[in-house]
C-alpha cells in the first residue's frame, strides 16, 4: 500500500503537485527520443519538465523530509542501508525517487543515453543527510555490519582467509591484511570492489583476533605493470562511461560504508552480538559505540583518485620512494570524494586546491609528500617497513587516542553536512555534459 504523509492540508497539496509534476516528466520522456538522439530543443524540453519536478521535489523534502523517513523506518526503528532506503521510498512514495523498473531499464546504458533518475536520488538522500534526526540515524544504519560479512564470518573466523573477485582478506600475527586483487586494471574501482572492500572490512572489525588492518595492492598482470604492485588507479572510468559506476552503490555506499567504518568502526552492539559475546553487549552500550581498530596502508606504484583519498583515512601510510598520488577527479569532471573534506587537514588550502583543482601530481619523493605520507621507503625496503608500523600500532593506547584524534579532527556532524551537499552535487556531476564526453573519450581510447 501506498503510505504518504496526508496529515496536514499543506502536505497533501504539495504532495499532489510533486506526483503531476513525476507524471508529467514520464509522459513528456515517453514522447521524446532518447536523450543521445533528441534535438536541441526536444533536449531543452526534457530538461525544463525534469527541473521543475526536482524543485517540487526538493521542496517537498525540505518541509516532509523527517515525515518521510519515520515512515520509511517506523519511527528510526527499523536501520536501513542508503540502497535499501531507496527502494523503500521508491514503493512508499511514487514519484520521490526512480523506482527499480526505472533503474534497472537504465543500468549498462551508456551514461550518454540516461535520463539523470540518479539526481532524484540525490535530492532525497540529501535531505535525509542534513536532517539533525534522519541523518546520524541514517549514518548509523551505514556503519553496521553488512548481511555479507555476518554470512562469511563463520568462515573467516574458522580459516582466517576469505577470497573475494577483487580483495583477499588473511588474518596472520593478529593483523588483517587486506590486498586489493584486481590485476587486470590496476585496482581500478567499481561497485563490485566497493561491495567487497566493505565485506572485508567488516570482517577484520568484527574478527577479535584481529587487532590491527593492512591495506595494500596486489601484484598486477596487466602489462604495463607485470608482476609489479599498484595500489590503486582509482575510479574505472571505462565503467562510469558505459553506465555502471552508480551513485548509490559505488559514489555514496563507499563513502558511508566501508571508508567511513575505517575511520569511526562498526556500531559496537552488532560486532559484539555478531561474535557471540556473553556479556559483552552491555559493557558495549556504556563504554563505547564502536568496535574500531588502527589501519595501515602501503603505496606501491601510485594512489590515483580513490586510492588517493583512502590513504587520507589511515593511521599510518607509507609509500615505496617512486610512487606517486594523484586526485584527477576535476580533470574527470567529478568530485573525489571526501578528500575535499579531508585533503586541506593535512596539506593546507593553497596545495589542496593544486592537487584537486589543477591535478597536481605528488611524487613520494617531494617534500610535499610527507604531508600526506608518514614513511618513504626504497621499494625493497617496503616491506620490513610495514611490518615495523603495524607493531608500533598494536596496542590498546593506541585505540583510546586514535578515537580521540578523529573525534578532534573530523567531527561527525561536519561529515555528515559534507555528504548531505555531496550526494547532490556528485550526482549532478555524473551527468554533466563536460563529464560525459570525457569518460567517452577515455573509453574510446582503451577499447
Not at 536532517?131 to 544504519?141: E, I, K, N, R
Not at 563513502?255 to 552492539?269: D, Q
Not at 611524487?363 to 603495524?390: M, T
Request: charged share 30%.
Amino acid at each position: 500500500m501506498t503510505i504518504v504523509p496526508l496529515e496536514q492540508e499543506t502536505a497533501r497539496q504539495e504532495w499532489s503537485a510533486l506526483t503531476e509534476a513525476a507524471e508529467r516528466v514520464q509522459k513528456t520522456l515517453a514522447s521524446l527520443p532518447g536523450p543521445t538522439r533528441r534535438t536541441p530543443e526536444q533536449r531543452d524540453v526534457a530538461e525544463a519538465v525534469k527541473n521543475r519536478a526536482r524543485a517540487q521535489r526538493a521542496r517537498f523534502l525540505d518541509e516532509h523530509g523527517d515525515t518521510v523517513y519515520d515512515r520509511l523506518t517506523e519511527g528510526r526503528t527499523r536501520s536501513l542501508r542508503i540502497d535499501e532506503l531507496v527502494a523503500a521510498a521508491a514503493t512508499a512514495f511514487p514519484g520521490l525517487v526512480p523506482t527499480a523498473d526505472q533503474l534497472a531499464q537504465e543500468r549498462g546504458r551508456p551514461q550518454a543515453d540516461k535520463e539523470g533518475h540518479e539526481i532524484d536520488q540525490g535530492i532525497f538522500l540529501r535531505a535525509v543527510l542534513r536532517s539533525h534526526s534522519a541523518g546520524p540515524h541514517l549514518l548509523d544504519a551505514m556503519l553496521r555490519p553488512t548481511a555479507r560479512a555476518r554470512r562469511l564470518l563463520p568462515e573467516f573466523l574458522d580459516t582466517g582467509v576469505v577470497e573475494m573477485e577483487s580483495v583477499r582478506l588473511e588474518r596472520r600475527d593478529g593483523v588483517a591484511r587486506l590486498t586489493m586483487c584486481r590485476h587486470d586494471r590496476l585496482n581500478a574501482e567499481d561497485n563490485q570492489q566497493v561491495d567487497d572492500m566493505e565485506t572485508a572490512v567488516d570482517l577484520a572489525l568484527l574478527d577479535p583476533a584481529v587487532r590491527v588492518g593492512l591495506l595494500r595492492g596486489g601484484e598486477m598482470s596487466h602489462p604495463r605493470y607485470r608482476g609489479k604492485r599498484v595500489f590503486s588507479a582509482g575510479i574505472n572510468l571505462k565503467y562510469l562511461s558505459s553506465g555502471d559506476i552508480s551513485l548509490v552503490d559505488f559514489l555514496l555506499r563507499r563513502e558511508l560504508g566501508y571508508i567511513h567504518k575505517l575511520v569511526r568502526g562498526l556500531l559496537a552492539v552488532d560486532a559484539v552480538d555478531a561474535v557471540d559475546a556473553e556479556d559483552g553487549g552491555d559493557w558495549a552500550v556504556w563504554h563505547a559505540p564502536y568496535v574500531e581498530k588502527p589501519w595501515v596502508a602501503a603505496v606501491d606504484g601510485f594512489a590515483i583518485g580513490g586510492g588517493a583519498q583512502l590513504l587520507l583515512v589511515f593511521d599510518h601510510v607509507l609509500a615505496a620512494s617512486d610512487a606517486y598520488l594523484s586526485l584527477p577527479a576535476a580533470k574527470e569532471g567529478i568530485i573525489p570524494g571526501v578528500a575535499n573534506f579531508r585533503f586541506s587537514r593535512y596539506v593546507g588550502p593553497r596545495l589542496s586546491r593544486q592537487v584537486i583543482l589543477e591535478g597536481r601530481r605528488i611524487w613520494a619523493s617531494e617534500p610535499q609528500a610527507r604531508l600526506l605520507v608518514d614513511e618513504v621507503v626504497d621499494p625493497q625496503e617496503l616491506d620490513a617497513a610495514v611490518e615495523r608500523s603495524l607493531n608500533r600500532l598494536d596496542g590498546e593506547a593506541v585505540l583510546a587516542n586514535r578515537r580521540m584524534l578523529n573525534l578532534a579532527e573530523e567531527p561527525a556532524e561536519a561529515f555528515r553536512a559534507y555528504m548531505a551537499e555531496f550526494a547532490l552535487q556528485q550526482a549532478l556531476r555524473l551527468y554533466g555534459e563536460d563529464v560525459i564526453h570525457k569518460v567517452g573519450r577515455f573509453a574510446a581510447r582503451s577499447s
